[in-house]
């Protein structure tokens, strides 16, 4: 008997920012082609190095907008909180709590350089 794999794997993406500037990055997530609706959704993004400790957290409100129609997203950093991040490859997911259901729609890389001009 053949067996399947049913478990939910988030899609990867890979990003970053050059130390010091504003971030800012606008996601989208759709179910069967079907836009998100994140009517009373709650969205967190934590930012952690290698070792596991975080470096940003962000959610609602603070680092990230949430559209209700449509399922956008905005992820933004300021470049004053960036500009503290040491350079090097960090990593982050995308959580979406709606209701009881909590699911991890995008996670990858965040990579930072350093800048040239401080």
Do not use: C, H
Not at 92 to 113: H, K, P
């Amino acid at each position: 008997m053949a067996t399947s794999n049913t478990a939910y794997q988030p899609a990867v993406y890979n990003t970053g920012i050059l130390r010091g500037d504003t971030f800012s990055e606008s996601f989208t997530f759709a179910t069967s082609g079907v836009p998100l609706d994140l009517t009373g959704a709650s969205v967190r993004i934590q930012l952690r190095n290698r070792s596991g400790g975080v470096i940003g957290s962000f959610e609602n409100g603070s680092g990230i907008e949430a559209a209700q129609d449509g399922g956008a997203i905005v992820w933004t950093i300021e470049g004053s909180q960036t500009a503290a991040y040491a350079p090097g490859l960090y990593q982050y997911d995308i959580e979406v709590t709606t209701g009881s259901t909590v699911r991890t729609y995008l996670s990858g890389s965040f990579t930072v350089q350093k800048d040239i001009t401080v």
